[in-house]
């Protein structure tokens, strides 16, 4: 294990040597937004690093891109393709390590160095990309199989398209916010009796306000309208990924979404961790989805079965009195699709991806009762308190709520994780 | 009726005196993409005329503008508010007029007269706004219950909530085009026999290749993160309106669609027509949607019934051949919903709207046989042929056919209407 001259970086923090995740941070001295990677507790600034002498030698691949670490989003740096973002990982790897091949610009550089390495506590982060489209899918089969069956019964649970295609939505990019914003509870129209015949909905406060644990991957590269991406190039096209917490008024969703699926029910807010994790730092964690027992479509087939990332994921809700519970805890793995399926599969007609477009994995439940991505299914539908420390009880989230997500991978000394996703909820509007 | 000294007006052009609709165009003298407005067959173009020396006295509201229109988009003007665009398009309307109070500025001026007027056979149409989210709504009564009781039945033709709020679901803006950019036909999953159990799909070009007529609405003025806007609010965010074709894949959307709604059957392209209308120019066109018997919500009541505009709408199908058929008449009237009952709802959660987001309305059709905005109806869900010039029918589109739409309001001489909006149909990528 390569070590970092870097002080105080802890073993279990999520930014070792062997993650190097890109965020958009401000600071007092320098309020516009702008480029960082994050290594233990602090954020290294990219733009400041740039503004060196030596920032064309230490990274040639970028020579002809000298300010793109002072743009306000990471777009134009993901524009420039896989091979770029893995040079300039291994370049900003080896400046941090103890061993560096360039003592002289950041390891033995007092100034530059107590100037661009900024505590974490004292940086702003901002999102990350500019996002042009938003796409959620629906890849977790466990979520996807128990909410159905909610909605649907089970005879009617998973639809007949669910194992021939990853089922998607188009998301609202608008409201997608970056961790730590407030989210404030929706209003929406709501069937309080739904025993009632006719429905008769009322305008009020969402009261099944919920959260939904998903993998969000920003797309690099894009394709031209007209033509597809091959789900074996899709890689090639993936920037890197983020944690997502899919809002969801559950109450507001049940109403609306026949037939043409959810709208207010989910568009009031998204939340996604501030640092992306390239998709090369996620590499050695690859393994095996869900299997799929349909046999697959041509250009769904990617020849290979480790096609998923076995992230370790938690789910910690913190109540108004400050108690906190961790409510799931479990993996990545259970998707039964691929991100680079999911892209074969939305540009299979042509539709044109474009750099800093968002698809969301769907919500990640595990098999188990404790690893259930969604207050829906940890409460049975509404029916079973959710026990909390404090001798609190949750079905849905309340006023004051904080949910926090995390994801890590790897062990003592290089993990590779996601920091933090969390959210806190605000009471309504007034009506 | 006031008269315009510019030559060559016909009575029954779109772009009359009364219209002034805004657009972003290029020329061979000017390759990069700016704003211009039409009036007869001419495209005036006001970069340069923003470069006149007299500019912000002729427009004084846009003294601290003076290089909005040679942006690439519409967007910094459209987010100026409409009271801008109100005084913006009357100053307009005064410098064409025969008795302009400035015809030093371009009437009497042959030097700016000649190069600032394009015959618009001469300029090049782009996307008129950066649209950062699409949503199409479903407020187009009869389509939304002809196509209801195809897919579902007569009994569930209307989904309880449909007459309760604006049905609608977030589109995919990365695939919206101007009018005359041609439209490949999309691969998708198919299902051949829909009696087949278990169904199996293929993967194969789109057999039911349709359209769909809509109007389209961006928006001026945003709204904050959490907060709503305002029904009787509405029309102050609207910037203005097109015609809009919502290519349909009716075999991929079958297949895909349920749960989450319309997928891949839609997100391949949406064709819109280049010249935005004001909001205002429609105003003299208002009128009484469809009745809709149930008591509304509160935040979508208007508190008025003229809510919707009568603009005659048509739609003709040209063969590869290139016979001419006109396949269905009928009027923007035919709505349950008025965009400002859309924009209510879809920010009644808080959901951020921006400046040049366009809401489309749904499927515009009629009561009767000839006034069927969809394929799909007009061939009564494919079953029947529709027939054209030429000996030839149709029940979806052939590789080759073009369809054109277009949209006008008001009598000859004083005309207020769209133009066209324009697509031909390419052979689907090799698979």
């Not at 001259?5 to 320098?30: E, H, K, R």
Request: aromatic share 8%; with cysteine.
């Amino acid at each position: 294990m390569v070590s970092t001259w870097v002080p105080d970086v802890s073993p279990d923090t999520p930014f070792s040597l062997a993650n190097i995740p890109f965020g958009i941070i401000s600071s007092p001295a320098d309020p516009a937004p702008h480029a960082a990677i994050a290594i233990g507790s602090y954020a290294l600034d990219l733009k400041l690093l740039s503004q060196h002498a030596a920032f064309a030698d230490v990274f040639p691949v970028l020579k002809n891109h000298v300010g793109i670490f002072e743009k306000p989003t990471l777009n134009e740096f993901a524009a420039l393709g896989r091979s770029v973002h893995r040079e300039v990982r291994r370049a900003i790897q080896d400046l941090l390590s103890a061993e560096t091949s360039h003592p002289e610009v950041l390891k033995d550089n007092a100034e530059l160095r107590e100037t661009a390495l900024h505590h974490r506590r004292n940086v702003k982060m901002h999102l990350p990309m500019s996002i042009g489209d938003y796409t959620d899918f629906y890849a977790g089969f466990h979520h996807a199989y128990a909410v159905g069956a909610m909605f649907r019964g089970p005879q009617a649970a998973l639809q007949p398209n669910y194992t021939h295609l990853p089922v998607g939505y188009h998301g609202r990019s608008s409201s997608i916010v970056v961790s730590g914003t407030l989210i404030q509870r929706p209003v929406g129209q709501i069937v309080i009796d739904p025993t009632a015949e006719p429905k008769q909905p009322t305008t009020a406060p969402s009261r099944r306000l919920d959260i939904e644990l998903e993998l969000g991957c920003f797309l690099a590269t894009p394709n031209e309208m007209g033509s597809s991406i091959k789900v074996t190039n899709a890689e090639d096209h993936i920037f890197g990924y983020v944690l997502l917490n899919d809002w969801s008024a559950r109450d507001i969703q049940t109403w609306e979404y026949v037939p043409l699926g959810p709208f207010n029910g989910k568009n009031f807010a998204t939340t996604i961790s501030p640092w992306v994790v390239l998709a090369d730092a996620l590499e050695p964690f690859r393994t095996k989805g869900i299997d799929n027992w349909t046999p697959l479509q041509g250009y769904l087939n990617e020849g290979r079965e480790e096609n998923v990332f076995d992230i370790e994921l938690q789910v910690d809700l913190q109540t108004p009195e400050g108690d906190v519970t961790t409510i799931c805890t479990t993996s990545s793995k259970y998707l039964m699709w691929s991100f680079p399926q999911m892209i074969a599969h939305h540009s299979l007609g042509g539709c044109p991806m474009r750099t800093g477009d968002l698809l969301g994995s769907g919500t990640i439940s595990g098999p188990s009762m404790r690893e259930k991505g969604s207050l829906l299914e940890l409460s049975e539908g509404g029916k079973k308190d959710v026990m909390l420390y404090g001798m609190d009880v949750r079905r849905f989230l309340k006023d004051g709520d904080a949910v926090r997500i995390q994801g890590t991978c790897g062990s003592s000394g290089a993990r590779v994780g996601f920091g933090e996703c969390v959210g806190r909820i605000m009471g309504a509007a007034p009506l």
